[in-house]
């Protein structure tokens, strides 16, 4: 396996990770009568989202986040490992993709401002040296 499939791997037991802290938040938060409905806001009145307190809203939008940046780094780490260009930047890139997901996750449920901003461009950052690799 290569690195970058390891770290893949890894940011997809990440995210497994955040199901369960946003998971047990939200049923701490608002109940299992909440979370284990069909969640139909016409019936329920708000999403879910819009009904968490500030710290499980920020577990949920961070674990939807990480969704989001797993798609680019999933394209990303499968062309460079498909097309056999590892290399020692890939390599570093793709670590630090995981490794600012990692702090990503206690920068916003703590609201660190700006060092969210800063931990999420990071991983970005990272992400698209593995794609322009890709290219050249």
């Known amino acids: 396996m290569t690195p970058e499939l390891l770290?893949?791997?890894?940011?997809?037991l990440l995210q497994v990770v955040q199901f369960g802290l946003m998971s047990v938040s939200a049923n701490l938060?608002?109940?299992?009568?909440?979370t284990?409905?069909?969640?139909?806001?016409?019936?329920?009145?708000?999403?879910?989202?819009?009904m968490l307190s500030p710290k499980p809203g920020r577990l949920y939008r961070a674990f939807n986040n990480h969704f989001e940046g797993l798609?680019?780094?999933?394209?990303a780490t499968l062309v460079i490992t498909l097309t056999d260009q590892s290399t020692a930047t890939t390599q570093a890139a793709?670590?630090?993709?995981?490794?600012?997901r990692i702090l990503y996750i206690p920068a916003y449920y703590f609201g660190l401002a700006p060092w969210r901003s800063l931990i999420w461009f990071a991983g970005f950052l990272a992400t698209v040296t593995?794609?322009?690799?890709a290219l050249i």
Not at 7 to 12: R, S
Not at 71 to 75: C, D, G, K, Q, S
Not at 94 to 100: G, H, N
Not at 130 to 133: D, G, P, T, V, Y
Request: aromatic share 10%; glycine share 4%; proline share 7%.
């Open 94 to 100: 793709a670590w630090t993709f995981l490794f600012a």
């Open 130 to 133: 593995l794609l322009i690799a």
């Open 7 to 12: 770290t893949l791997t890894l940011a997809a």
């Open 36 to 50: 284990l409905s069909a969640r139909d806001p016409q019936r329920l009145g708000k999403p879910l989202a819009e």
């Open 29 to 34: 938060d608002v109940g299992p009568a909440r």
């Open 71 to 75: 798609i680019l780094f999933t394209i």
